[in-house]
Protein backbone atom coordinates (compact mmCIF):
# COMPACT_ATOMS: atom_id res chain seq x y z
CA UNK A 1 0.00 0.00 0.00
CA UNK A 2 1.05 3.91 -0.23
CA UNK A 3 0.28 6.24 2.58
CA UNK A 4 1.28 9.66 3.31
CA UNK A 5 3.80 9.61 5.90
CA UNK A 6 4.34 12.70 8.40
CA UNK A 7 7.81 11.62 10.26
CA UNK A 8 8.24 15.13 12.02
CA UNK A 9 5.62 17.95 12.98
CA UNK A 10 5.56 21.13 10.70
CA UNK A 11 4.54 22.29 7.13
CA UNK A 12 2.43 19.81 4.93
CA UNK A 13 5.35 20.17 2.42
CA UNK A 14 7.32 18.01 5.03
CA UNK A 15 5.07 14.97 4.71
CA UNK A 16 6.30 12.13 2.25
CA UNK A 17 4.62 9.09 0.48
CA UNK A 18 6.03 5.75 1.01
CA UNK A 19 5.44 2.22 0.44
CA UNK A 20 4.04 0.10 3.85
CA UNK A 21 2.99 -3.16 4.13
CA UNK A 22 -0.67 -3.90 4.30
CA UNK A 23 -2.38 -3.40 7.82
CA UNK A 24 -4.31 -6.67 9.18
CA UNK A 25 -7.84 -5.79 10.92
CA UNK A 26 -8.48 -6.65 14.28
CA UNK A 27 -11.37 -8.74 15.85
CA UNK A 28 -13.52 -5.80 15.82
CA UNK A 29 -12.05 -4.12 12.53
CA UNK A 30 -12.29 -3.89 8.77
CA UNK A 31 -9.60 -2.94 5.94
CA UNK A 32 -10.55 -0.77 3.44
CA UNK A 33 -9.33 -0.07 -0.16
CA UNK A 34 -9.89 3.66 0.33
CA UNK A 35 -11.25 5.37 -2.77
CA UNK A 36 -11.20 9.29 -1.59
CA UNK A 37 -10.63 11.11 1.24
CA UNK A 38 -11.09 15.09 2.00
CA UNK A 39 -9.53 17.46 3.58
CA UNK A 40 -10.35 18.77 7.62
CA UNK A 41 -8.51 21.86 9.73
CA UNK A 42 -8.25 19.34 12.39
CA UNK A 43 -5.61 17.61 9.39
CA UNK A 44 -3.02 20.78 8.82
CA UNK A 45 -3.45 21.70 12.22
CA UNK A 46 -2.33 18.25 13.68
CA UNK A 47 0.89 18.16 10.97
CA UNK A 48 1.74 21.37 12.02
CA UNK A 49 2.02 20.03 15.90
CA UNK A 50 -0.75 22.75 17.47
CA UNK A 51 -2.33 19.50 18.95
CA UNK A 52 0.37 18.03 20.31
CA UNK A 53 -1.11 18.70 23.90
CA UNK A 54 -4.10 17.54 22.97
CA UNK A 55 -3.81 14.64 20.71
CA UNK A 56 -0.36 13.17 21.01
CA UNK A 57 0.30 10.97 18.14
CA UNK A 58 4.04 8.60 18.09
CA UNK A 59 5.77 9.67 14.56
CA UNK A 60 5.61 8.80 11.85
CA UNK A 61 2.05 8.67 11.46
CA UNK A 62 -0.67 8.88 8.18
CA UNK A 63 -3.00 11.99 8.45
CA UNK A 64 -6.25 12.26 7.43
CA UNK A 65 -9.24 11.96 9.10
CA UNK A 66 -12.30 10.96 6.59
CA UNK A 67 -12.35 8.34 3.94
CA UNK A 68 -14.29 6.18 1.65
CA UNK A 69 -13.68 3.74 -0.55
CA UNK A 70 -14.83 -0.55 -0.39
CA UNK A 71 -14.05 -3.28 2.49
CA UNK A 72 -11.46 -5.68 1.28
CA UNK A 73 -11.43 -8.02 4.81
CA UNK A 74 -13.25 -7.98 8.11
CA UNK A 75 -12.10 -8.97 11.79
CA UNK A 76 -13.62 -11.77 13.54
CA UNK A 77 -16.19 -10.25 15.31
CA UNK A 78 -17.38 -7.46 12.74
CA UNK A 79 -20.77 -9.04 11.67
CA UNK A 80 -22.49 -5.80 9.97
CA UNK A 81 -19.79 -5.54 6.95
CA UNK A 82 -18.47 -7.94 4.53
CA UNK A 83 -15.85 -7.75 1.52
CA UNK A 84 -17.28 -5.87 -1.11
CA UNK A 85 -19.36 -3.60 0.60
CA UNK A 86 -18.87 0.08 -0.04
CA UNK A 87 -18.32 2.34 3.31
CA UNK A 88 -17.72 6.08 4.35
CA UNK A 89 -16.54 7.17 7.50
CA UNK A 90 -14.85 9.55 9.91
CA UNK A 91 -12.40 6.74 10.74
CA UNK A 92 -10.17 8.01 13.63
CA UNK A 93 -7.91 11.23 14.13
CA UNK A 94 -5.60 9.73 11.35
CA UNK A 95 -5.22 7.59 8.54
CA UNK A 96 -6.92 8.46 5.75
CA UNK A 97 -4.16 9.24 3.19
CA UNK A 98 -3.12 5.94 2.27
CA UNK A 99 -4.74 3.64 -0.03
CA UNK A 100 -5.38 1.04 2.45
CA UNK A 101 -6.99 1.55 6.15
CA UNK A 102 -7.74 0.15 9.00
CA UNK A 103 -10.97 1.20 10.79
CA UNK A 104 -13.24 -0.27 13.49
CA UNK A 105 -16.71 -1.25 12.08
CA UNK A 106 -18.49 0.92 14.04
CA UNK A 107 -16.89 4.17 12.57
CA UNK A 108 -18.52 3.11 9.53
CA UNK A 109 -21.88 3.72 7.31
CA UNK A 110 -22.81 1.97 3.77
CA UNK A 111 -22.16 4.39 1.29
CA UNK A 112 -25.24 4.86 -0.69
CA UNK A 113 -25.02 4.21 -4.38
CA UNK A 114 -25.79 7.50 -5.52
CA UNK A 115 -23.27 9.15 -4.85
CA UNK A 116 -19.64 9.41 -5.81
CA UNK A 117 -16.44 7.91 -3.76
CA UNK A 118 -15.34 11.47 -3.50
CA UNK A 119 -18.84 12.86 -2.55
CA UNK A 120 -19.02 10.39 0.58
CA UNK A 121 -15.37 11.18 1.47
CA UNK A 122 -16.54 14.61 1.73
CA UNK A 123 -19.59 14.42 3.63
CA UNK A 124 -18.70 12.39 7.46
CA UNK A 125 -16.29 14.98 9.75
CA UNK A 126 -17.84 17.71 8.49
CA UNK A 127 -21.89 16.50 8.56
CA UNK A 128 -21.32 15.04 11.75
CA UNK A 129 -20.13 18.31 13.33
CA UNK A 130 -23.02 20.20 11.75
CA UNK A 131 -25.41 18.01 13.10
CA UNK A 132 -24.14 17.46 16.35
CA UNK A 133 -23.65 21.23 17.06
CA UNK A 134 -26.75 22.17 15.75
CA UNK A 135 -28.97 19.39 17.73
CA UNK A 136 -27.12 17.78 20.60
CA UNK A 137 -25.79 21.09 21.78
CA UNK A 138 -27.53 24.27 20.31
CA UNK A 139 -31.16 22.28 20.85
CA UNK A 140 -32.01 24.02 17.34
CA UNK A 141 -35.84 24.28 16.91
CA UNK A 142 -37.72 24.86 14.65
CA UNK A 143 -38.36 28.66 14.41
CA UNK A 144 -35.13 29.49 15.79
CA UNK A 145 -32.74 32.31 14.47
CA UNK A 146 -29.22 30.69 13.87
CA UNK A 147 -25.68 32.83 12.97
CA UNK A 148 -23.28 30.46 11.23
CA UNK A 149 -20.13 31.93 11.46
CA UNK A 150 -17.99 30.79 8.41
CA UNK A 151 -20.96 29.38 6.58
CA UNK A 152 -19.08 28.62 3.64
CA UNK A 153 -16.63 26.10 4.72
CA UNK A 154 -17.19 22.16 5.08
CA UNK A 155 -19.29 22.34 8.67
CA UNK A 156 -21.01 25.98 7.38
CA UNK A 157 -21.79 24.16 4.30
CA UNK A 158 -23.92 21.49 6.14
CA UNK A 159 -24.70 23.55 9.01
CA UNK A 160 -26.37 26.04 6.61
CA UNK A 161 -28.65 23.56 4.93
CA UNK A 162 -29.23 20.93 8.31
CA UNK A 163 -30.74 24.50 10.07
CA UNK A 164 -32.51 24.68 7.27
CA UNK A 165 -34.45 21.69 6.83
CA UNK A 166 -34.84 21.90 10.68
CA UNK A 167 -37.14 25.03 9.86
CA UNK A 168 -34.55 27.94 11.44
CA UNK A 169 -34.02 31.08 10.00
CA UNK A 170 -30.40 31.06 9.24
CA UNK A 171 -27.91 34.17 8.91
CA UNK A 172 -24.42 33.13 7.30
CA UNK A 173 -21.17 35.37 7.94
CA UNK A 174 -18.55 35.27 5.23
CA UNK A 175 -16.37 36.85 2.58
CA UNK A 176 -18.37 38.83 -0.25
CA UNK A 177 -17.21 35.77 -3.05
CA UNK A 178 -19.26 33.64 -0.66
CA UNK A 179 -22.72 35.42 -0.68
CA UNK A 180 -23.96 33.96 -3.26
CA UNK A 181 -22.71 29.95 -2.33
CA UNK A 182 -24.24 30.69 1.03
CA UNK A 183 -27.76 31.73 -0.54
CA UNK A 184 -27.55 28.77 -2.73
CA UNK A 185 -27.43 26.59 0.77
CA UNK A 186 -30.94 27.94 1.66
CA UNK A 187 -29.81 30.98 4.38
CA UNK A 188 -31.81 33.94 4.56
CA UNK A 189 -29.36 36.40 5.13
CA UNK A 190 -25.61 37.01 4.67
CA UNK A 191 -22.81 39.07 6.29
CA UNK A 192 -19.66 39.96 4.80
CA UNK A 193 -17.24 40.34 7.87
CA UNK A 194 -15.28 42.27 6.09
CA UNK A 195 -17.09 45.34 5.48
CA UNK A 196 -20.01 44.74 7.83
CA UNK A 197 -20.45 44.25 11.61
CA UNK A 198 -22.37 41.43 12.45
CA UNK A 199 -23.18 42.64 15.63
CA UNK A 200 -24.96 45.97 14.40
CA UNK A 201 -27.20 43.47 12.00
CA UNK A 202 -28.44 41.03 13.98
CA UNK A 203 -29.54 40.21 17.60
CA UNK A 204 -31.61 38.57 19.92
CA UNK A 205 -30.50 34.86 17.90
CA UNK A 206 -31.36 31.68 19.57
CA UNK A 207 -28.28 30.00 18.55
CA UNK A 208 -24.58 31.34 17.41
CA UNK A 209 -22.52 28.72 15.94
CA UNK A 210 -19.00 29.68 16.20
CA UNK A 211 -16.68 27.92 13.31
CA UNK A 212 -14.09 31.09 13.85
CA UNK A 213 -13.00 31.81 17.43
CA UNK A 214 -11.45 34.30 18.70
CA UNK A 215 -12.58 38.08 18.59
CA UNK A 216 -15.40 36.59 16.30
CA UNK A 217 -16.84 34.42 19.16
CA UNK A 218 -16.43 37.20 21.46
CA UNK A 219 -18.48 39.58 19.87
CA UNK A 220 -21.21 36.94 19.72
CA UNK A 221 -21.86 37.27 23.03
CA UNK A 222 -23.61 40.82 22.56
CA UNK A 223 -26.25 39.03 19.39
CA UNK A 224 -27.93 36.44 21.80
CA UNK A 225 -31.28 36.22 24.02
CA UNK A 226 -31.35 35.70 27.31
CA UNK A 227 -31.30 31.67 27.37
CA UNK A 228 -29.59 31.36 23.86
CA UNK A 229 -26.78 29.75 23.29
CA UNK A 230 -23.20 29.57 21.57
CA UNK A 231 -21.71 26.29 20.06
CA UNK A 232 -18.22 26.38 19.08
CA UNK A 233 -15.85 23.75 17.41
CA UNK A 234 -12.37 25.81 17.99
CA UNK A 235 -12.43 27.73 21.27
CA UNK A 236 -14.50 27.22 24.85
CA UNK A 237 -16.23 29.63 25.20
CA UNK A 238 -16.25 32.25 27.99
CA UNK A 239 -17.93 30.95 30.85
CA UNK A 240 -18.39 34.58 32.63
CA UNK A 241 -19.23 36.01 29.42
CA UNK A 242 -22.01 32.82 29.22
CA UNK A 243 -23.52 34.38 32.66
CA UNK A 244 -23.29 38.15 32.02
CA UNK A 245 -25.59 37.40 29.30
CA UNK A 246 -27.51 34.87 30.58
CA UNK A 247 -26.64 32.55 27.73
CA UNK A 248 -25.17 29.27 27.44
CA UNK A 249 -21.61 28.48 25.93
CA UNK A 250 -21.15 24.90 24.68
CA UNK A 251 -17.67 23.35 23.24
CA UNK A 252 -16.90 20.00 21.91
CA UNK A 253 -15.14 17.45 19.88
CA UNK A 254 -16.96 15.74 16.89
CA UNK A 255 -18.44 12.02 17.82
CA UNK A 256 -17.95 9.41 14.85
CA UNK A 257 -21.24 7.64 14.87
CA UNK A 258 -22.28 6.04 12.24
CA UNK A 259 -25.91 5.30 12.43
CA UNK A 260 -26.31 9.34 12.76
CA UNK A 261 -23.75 9.52 9.57
CA UNK A 262 -26.06 6.81 7.61
CA UNK A 263 -28.98 8.89 8.34
CA UNK A 264 -27.24 12.03 6.85
CA UNK A 265 -25.52 9.65 4.09
CA UNK A 266 -29.22 9.35 2.71
CA UNK A 267 -30.41 13.51 3.27
CA UNK A 268 -27.48 13.43 0.68
CA UNK A 269 -28.61 10.71 -1.33
CA UNK A 270 -32.12 12.14 -1.27
CA UNK A 271 -31.36 15.19 -2.33
CA UNK A 272 -32.49 17.17 1.05
CA UNK A 273 -28.48 17.78 1.33
CA UNK A 274 -25.94 18.49 -1.36
CA UNK A 275 -22.05 18.59 -0.75
CA UNK A 276 -20.10 20.51 -2.70
CA UNK A 277 -16.75 19.71 -3.54
CA UNK A 278 -14.48 22.44 -4.21
CA UNK A 279 -11.25 20.95 -5.14
CA UNK A 280 -10.03 17.48 -6.22
CA UNK A 281 -6.28 16.54 -5.22
CA UNK A 282 -4.09 13.36 -6.10
CA UNK A 283 -2.81 11.49 -3.48
CA UNK A 284 0.84 12.59 -4.24
CA UNK A 285 -0.25 16.18 -3.93
CA UNK A 286 -2.04 16.04 -0.28
CA UNK A 287 0.49 19.17 0.97
CA UNK A 288 -1.26 21.00 -1.92
CA UNK A 289 -4.28 20.08 -0.68
CA UNK A 290 -3.67 21.18 2.93
CA UNK A 291 -2.11 24.77 2.25
CA UNK A 292 -4.92 25.09 -0.07
CA UNK A 293 -7.55 24.19 3.11
CA UNK A 294 -5.24 26.25 5.54
CA UNK A 295 -5.58 29.06 2.93
CA UNK A 296 -8.85 29.99 4.06
CA UNK A 297 -12.13 30.58 2.09
CA UNK A 298 -12.95 27.25 0.88
CA UNK A 299 -16.43 26.34 -1.05
CA UNK A 300 -17.39 23.30 0.55
CA UNK A 301 -15.10 20.44 1.33
CA UNK A 302 -11.34 19.64 -0.50
CA UNK A 303 -10.85 15.95 -1.01
CA UNK A 304 -8.05 13.49 -2.01
CA UNK A 305 -8.77 11.38 -5.01
CA UNK A 306 -6.67 7.87 -3.50
CA UNK A 307 -7.73 5.95 -6.08
CA UNK A 308 -6.40 6.78 -9.44
Do not use: C
Not at 125 to 138: M, N, P, S, V
Not at 166 to 184: D, L, P, W
Not at 189 to 215: K, P
Request: proline fraction near 5%; hydrophobic fraction near 45%.
Amino acid sequence: MKAIQVTAYGSPNGMTLVEADDPVPGDDEVLIDVAAASVNPIDWKIVSGAMRAFIPLPLPFTPGVDAAGTVIAVGRNVTTLKPGDEVMGFIGIVGAFATRAIVESTRLARKPASLTFAEAAAIPAATLTAWQALHEHGGLQAGHSVLIHGAAGGVGTAAAQLAKLAGAHVIGTGSAQSREYVASLGADAFIDYRTEDFAARVSGLDLVLDLIGGETQERSWSVLKPGGTLVSTVARPDAGRAKGTQATGRHFATRSDAPQLEKLATLHASGDLRTHIDSVFALTDVSQALDHSKGGHVKGKVVVAVAQ
